[in-house]
């Protein structure tokens, strides 16, 4: 027996349920366990919503930075801007085709053959009778000065060179000797031929055309280079530039630059 109005019939996870004193049910109140219970009208309780929002807001950036790695690591390539910074070479370098196959090159010379040595060994290069079969291969050179082309001459590193005339035009060979490296045709293509499988730069056929080669001068021309290998922007001396089997060298001096091409090898005899 109690003295109080009210005595409590059941209490259990911080839901009470009393009775008045006429023995009818209160309506229960909840309150948080270890919490007093509010004063005055009770609040009504957040939306379910409300509650999950910092997880929802998780979510939702998670997404958006699994999407911005999907768009960098998945998507499309970067294309290199229209100044040809760092895009490999989509275009291929055309023209009439020369007497080896590849597209010769009439513009102006970049500067005449006849200021190449004469005989001399020149950075470990030599110049001999026959041309040397043991290792044999050949690079494509083009350059641009001020947007324009300005093909190597036939006969760098041919000393006395004698033109033989072909249906697709003059080929030199040599009636003294022949440097290592040198140009047979206005196509741009050094051949390497040495008793060895020695690895060439593009510094050494520079010294032997007696051409300067620099970060801001390619032969006479002087100013800002851009130089792309293979179609790929070279940030190097391009004096180390290696010279190798069906390697594309392209050296723009000044702008704008041209977009970097490449040789069709496969139709050409090389």
């Not at 050296?251 to 090898?265: E, L, Y």
Request: glycine residues 12%; hydrophobic residues 35%; contains cysteine.
């Amino acid at each position: 027996m109690t003295n109080h109005k009210q005595t409590t019939a059941r209490r259990a996870g911080g839901i009470s349920t009393t009775k008045n004193a006429s023995g009818r049910n209160r309506p229960p109140t909840t309150r948080s366990p270890g919490r007093p219970p509010a004063s005055g009208r009770q609040k009504e309780a957040p939306p379910v919503w409300w509650k999950r929002a910092p997880i929802l807001s998780t979510a939702v950036v998670l997404i958006a930075v699994a999407a911005t790695l999907i768009g960098v690591l998945g998507g499309s390539p970067i294309t290199a801007p229209s100044h040809g910074g760092g895009g490999k070479a989509t275009a291929t370098v055309t023209g009439p085709a020369g007497p080896e196959g590849v597209p010769l090159e009439q513009r102006p010379m970049l500067a005449p053959a006849s200021t190449a040595a004469t005989g001399q060994t020149v950075d470990g290069v030599q110049c001999d009778s026959n041309e040397q079969v043991a290792y044999h291969v050949h690079t494509h050179l083009s350059v641009y000065v001020n947007g324009q082309l300005r093909p190597l001459p036939a006969g760098i590193g041919i000393v006395l060179p004698v033109a033989q005339q072909t249906a697709n035009g003059p080929f030199d060979g040599a009636s003294q000797c022949y440097y290592w490296l040198h140009v047979h045709a206005q196509d741009g293509v050094i051949h390497i031929e040495s008793p060895s499988g020695h690895s060439y730069t593009l510094g050494q056929f520079f010294d032997i055309w007696r051409q300067p080669l620099s970060t801001d001068q390619v032969g006479p021309a002087t100013g800002a280079t851009t130089v792309f290998v293979n179609g790929v922007l070279y940030r190097g001396n391009p004096r180390k530039i290696a010279l190798g089997s069906h390697v594309d060298i392209q050296i723009d001096v000044g702008t704008p630059v041209v977009a970097p091409k490449s040789v069709n090898w496969s139709l050409t005899s090389l």
